[in-house]
């Protein structure tokens, strides 16, 4: 079985776009929106930086600008939607994870840390050989 490629750095826990975080996931959404912005406005961009570099602006066709604009909506309409449902993914998944622990045995608050950690025999060094 072929092994998984890890995520990239800026994709893991604690990265930018840490997609296991809702804030990761909002700074995606932003950057989908900011992408989809100039991508639809791209006619606007190009005449100004065409006359910034002193080049010859050719205008865009109404066609061009609404196939543009198609793109751009489909493409940020998707990564949108893509974040708030992952958003909403990872509030379903916490909430059940707080409800699974309902009820089990250390969920109770008067509990102290040697009823956690009672086990008795995991600490190496107060063992005795036998």
Avoid: C
């Amino acid at each position: 079985m072929r092994k998984l490629r890890s995520l990239p750095k800026y994709m893991r826990p604690g990265g930018f776009f840490d997609i296991s975080s809702v804030w990761g996931n909002i700074k995606s959404i932003i950057l989908v929106l900011l992408g989809a912005f100039a991508i639809w406005n791209f006619h606007y961009f190009s005449f100004w930086l065409d006359s910034v570099l002193g080049l010859e602006h050719t205008p865009a066709t109404e066609g061009m600008v609404r196939v543009r604009r198609f793109w751009a909506g489909i493409l940020g309409g998707a990564g949108f939607f893509v974040g708030i449902a992952k958003i909403l993914w990872l509030y379903w998944y916490r909430k059940q994870a707080v409800k699974s622990a309902e009820g089990q045995w250390y969920d109770n608050a008067s509990l102290s840390k040697e009823d956690l950690y009672a086990d008795g025999g995991n600490n190496i060094s107060e063992r005795k050989e036998e």
